[in-house]
């Protein structure tokens, strides 16, 4: 029978891909702070593992990190064959959806065959809890007259990163549908910005930024000279695309109630749920712009661009099913998003590279373990 959580987690360990990552460290914060035990997979394409150090330092912690990637069944195998793993929270991706138009196959084979394999694995090893990060590009372009999208809105994505992740909710479904008590619950989630309020992390993309905020924080910054709108021409309030912008920090809580949650499912037999994580309010791109100079009192120069392909005008979430299921709101609004991701910037200058004073050693708490089970490292 599996166990419920009440109260406290015990201990209980779960199992985090993509952990590494912008998401995925403040999840990785939150669980740590619920009681559970962590261990982080991460193939380090797009993070580092200094946000776990970190995490480690302001948790008073230890995270069990393994540097591999799902497309190597083998090193899944020697992950799971170490201890139990409770549940385990699934972000590990590509996740641009631009550069998806462009490298379709590398997304197909990353996000689907990679949860392929993780699947597979679980499956093998008797772990039937899993929260799967998925997204609103799943819906593609709203249909007319909608405000929020809710779950039930058709999906129709408008890139192959959406196809992709569209493809794992099915597989995930199917799966669940056939082997009981696997329980899914898939976050179709909107636009994360922001960053833990001690500056100690916050989104730093390898290779560039692919999202709004970090763009604009470099033009702050002074690493770019000023900001491209892409898209002038939408049809909403501004001609600037409009979005559901979510805390990071809320965003993170909300896994940890969607854990629960697949507990409970799976306790109960097993079965899936979708549920949108977002604010239910939308933010234009120039309102954003405005937000951060009124929270900075710094200017950020704008320049109108092309339309970037596979975007939409506009996505807003219908956060009701995770006010009902789950218990779950967000509480943060626009200004502590810019707040907290200006103070990440500006502690952080080089992102993760900012060297950070410490008056103990975080890597004490970041266990390094390699792929081969007889072997131990200690970052």
Same mark, same amino acid.
Request: charged share 20%; glycine share 12%.
């Given at each position: 029978m599996p166990v419920t959580v009440q109260g406290g987690a015990d201990k209980l360990h779960v199992l985090v891909t993509g952990g590494a990552g912008?998401?995925?460290?403040?999840?990785?914060l939150e669980l740590l702070q619920s009681g559970y035990? @962590?261990?982080?997979i991460d193939n380090l394409s797009n993070s580092t593992e200094e946000s776990l150090r970190r995490v480690s330092q302001l948790t008073s912690s230890k995270v069990h990190f393994y540097e591999g990637d799902l497309l190597d069944c083998a090193f899944l195998e020697s992950v799971f064959a170490r201890q139990p793993i409770w549940a385990v929270i699934h972000f590990a991706a590509l996740k641009s959806a631009p550069e998806s138009v462009h490298k379709p196959l590398d997304y197909y084979r990353v996000n689907v065959a990679g949860t392929i394999n993780l699947l597979t694995t679980m499956s093998r090893h008797g772990v039937h809890r899993l929260?799967?990060?998925s997204t609103a590009a799943v819906y593609g372009t709203p249909e007319m007259n909608t405000t929020l999208i809710p779950e039930t809105h058709a999906t129709s994505p408008a890139n192959p990163y959406g196809r992709s992740k569209l493809m794992v909710e099915n597989i995930i479904r199917d799966m669940c549908e056939a082997h009981k008590p696997l329980a899914g619950v898939i976050l179709r989630y909107f636009n994360p910005v922001g960053a833990h309020e001690s500056g100690m992390i916050g989104e730093d993309p390898k290779g560039g930024p =692919? /999202?709004?905020m970090p763009f604009v924080l470099q033009v702050m910054t002074g690493e770019r000279s000023h900001l491209e709108i892409?898209?002038?021409?939408?049809?909403?309030?501004? =001609?600037s695309g409009v979005r559901d912008f979510i805390h990071v920090v809320?965003? &993170?809580?909300?896994? @940890?109630? &969607?854990?629960?949650? &697949? /507990? @409970?499912?799976?306790?109960?037999?097993?079965a899936w749920d979708i549920i949108n994580m977002g604010t239910g309010c939308g933010t234009s791109v120039l309102q954003m712009v405005n937000a951060m100079e009124k929270s900075t009192g710094l200017s950020i120069p704008v320049r109108n661009a092309p339309r970037r392909d596979g975007d939409v005008a506009e996505v807003v979430a219908d956060p009701a099913r995770a006010h009902?299921?789950?218990?779950?709101? &967000?509480?943060?609004n626009l200004e502590d998003m810019c707040r907290d991701a200006w103070t990440w910037r500006l502690q952080n200058p080089q992102g993760y590279d900012t060297a950070q004073s410490s008056s103990e050693d975080p890597s004490k708490r970041l266990?390094?373990?390699?792929s081969n089970k007889n072997k131990n490292l200690h970052a």
């Open positions: 912008y998401i995925g460290s403040h999840t990785v035990k @962590v261990s982080v929260v799967f990060s =692919g /999202n709004l892409t898209g002038v021409d939408w049809p909403t309030c501004d =001609g809320d965003l &993170a809580r909300g896994h @940890v109630e &969607a854990l629960r949650h &697949a /507990n @409970v499912l799976s306790c109960e037999g097993g009902e299921v789950l218990r779950w709101k &967000a509480i943060m266990i390094r373990r390699s």
